[in-house]
Nanobody, 127 residues
Framework: QVQLVESGGGSVQAGGSLRLSCAASGRTFSMYVMGWFRQAPGKEREFVARITLSGGSRNYADSVKGRFTISRDNAKNTVYLQMNSLKPEDTAVYYC????????????????????WGQGTQVTVSS
């Protein structure tokens, strides 16, 4: 079992930046593939980004490519999501997720592939 706690959300003007953090505890962090998902009002939870065990491979949703960067610091048991050039359509609750399984890129975009989830952190981008 692993516990995940997100932080860093808040309100920001369009064009601004935020950095989300997800702190993990309970198990060996480096053994988990980590992902970020978001859920906007009235929408289903959607894939944002994922990173492999050592950070050697990263994948992003088309909607955030070039603006968001996922990274991890295994020594600190933390995964980050740097969000730049934020847009109002980025407004959502952002969730950190973890899985102990080896998953393909298509599988990584499916929230059902992840075993553990944080409580979420609200990001609001105003125009």
């Amino acid at each position: 079992q692993v516990q995940l706690v997100e932080s860093g959300g808040g309100s920001v003007q369009a064009g601004g930046s935020l950095r989300l953090s997800c702190a993990a505890s309970g198990r060996t962090f480096s053994m988990y593939v980590m992902g970020w998902f978001r859920q906007a009002p009235g929408k289903e939870r959607e894939f944002v980004a994922r990173i492999t065990l050592s950070g050697g491979s990263r994948n992003y949703a088309d909607s955030v490519k070039g603006r968001f960067t996922i990274s991890r610091d295994n020594a600190k048991n933390t995964v980050y999501l740097q969000m730049n050039s934020l847009k109002p359509e980025d407004t959502a609750v952002y969730y950190c997720a973890a899985t102990e399984y080896a998953i393909t890129t298509p599988q990584a975009e499916n929230p059902r592939a992840y075993n553990y989830w944080g409580q979420g952190t609200q990001v609001t981008v105003s125009s």
